[in-house]
Structure formats: structure tokens, C-alpha cells
């Protein structure tokens, strides 16, 4: 524990920008309203239309609807049929928003973060709008606008490209060693990898710090508290 707090205090020490992931570190965006029920809806809509078969069985059968649309974007890239996927996830974003479940000690963590000065930005697989609206009800907005970086149509984006953290960081004018990429899936660590930026793993299960520890990932919590307190700990 006390090796972990130490880690938790160089990082916090070093980070004058801090840059999020959405679902996982912020919020559980599909606590209450399925992601493997929207990515089975995106099939059976490709389905109605004859296209099943642009999908594999494996990714037919994943719970992910980002799957989906990578599928689809990587066998008709630039496509009307592509821009509606997109359009059909961000809808149901939306609605899920209302059910989402706030991650313990991220609102706290993202306020105190920001009243001592540092920069804060969302890079995210999410769409911006999704990830706007939800930061709005919690009051969380004006914490890290205009720094909010997501999906969009040009799928070639999505993490792992490190499109987002750069932009992110382009705009805020900081170097990559002066942030700290907080995410949990392996895509995120790549990300952060290839952007140059520390990296910090957030596994709410044994399964999600699994998977960040086989993807390479070396500082991994299973709580947001320890870092609040490295962070209350230095100011």
C-alpha cells in the first residue's frame, strides 16, 4: 500500500494536465441500459437490411458496439451506412445517460483536480455530445470544457490511435510527460502509450486489471479514493 501511494503521489505530482476516459474512470455509461442489448440491436438493424454478413460470428457475438462499427467502418469506410451506425450509438448514448452510474470518487476527484489547478480534458471512444450532456447533470462541465474529445464519423480515430490525447493536448498546449491518461481497457493504455503520455490504469474487477496487466499496463488502481488522497495529500 504504501509503494502504491508513493507511485500515486509522482504521478499526481507530475500531472499538470490530466486526461480522462468516459465510461470506466468517470461513469459506468450502460449500468442501467445494456451495451450488449446496443450492440445487438446494431446487428439486427444491419440484418433487416441484408448486411449481416459484413460482421464475423465472433463479432457478431461481442457485447460491444464499437465492434460493430469498426467492423463495419474497416469494409465500407466513409460510407452513408457508417455515418448512420454512428449516428444510431450516439442516440442511444444518449438515452443511457439517465441511468449511467457515476464512478466512486471521480466527481470529487475531478473538482478537487481542477480548484488546485490543473488542466482537465476527456479523450474518449464516446461521442462528445454523450459525454457533454452527462458532465452537465452531474455539474462537471465547466471542469473540462472546451478539452472534450470523441467519436466521431471518422472511425480511423478511435482508441487505440492516440488522435484524441493529441488533440487534447495540442489545444491545451502541454507536453506529453507533463499529463496523465486515466483509463481501463487495454485501448486506452495503447493510446496512451503512443502518445507518449503516463498512464493510469482504473479496473473496477479482478477481469478489467487483468486485461490492462496482459496489455502491459504497470499502474493500475481498483479504486479512484487512493488517488483523491494522493492528490489531497500534496495541496
Known sequence: MAEQAERLGELVEQARVVLWDFDGPICRLFAGY??????????EWLEVRGLRGL???DEQGLEDPHVVLRAVDRRHPDSDLVAELE????????RAVSS?????FADPLIRTWKAVGARLAIATNNSPETVRTYLAGRDLLECF????YGRSRDLQY??????????????????PGDALFIGDTPTDWQAARQAGVPFLGYARNEHKA???QVAGAKD????????LEALRAQN
Open 100 to 104: 449511467a452510474l457515476p464512478t466512486a
Open 55 to 57: 460482421l464475423t460470428e
Open 145 to 148: 470544457r472546451p478539452h472534450i
Open 87 to 94: 449516428e444510431r450509438l450516439t442516440n442511444e448514448e444518449l
Open 210 to 212: 487483468e486485461l490492462l
Open 34 to 43: 445494456s451495451a450488449k442489448r446496443v450492440a445487438s440491436d446494431l446487428v
Open 158 to 175: 478511435l482508441k487505440p490511435h492516440p488522435h484524441y490525447l493529441n488533440r487534447a493536448l495540442t489545444a491545451i498546449g502541454a507536453a
Open 220 to 227: 493500475i488502481v481498483g479504486s479512484l479514493l487512493p488517488l
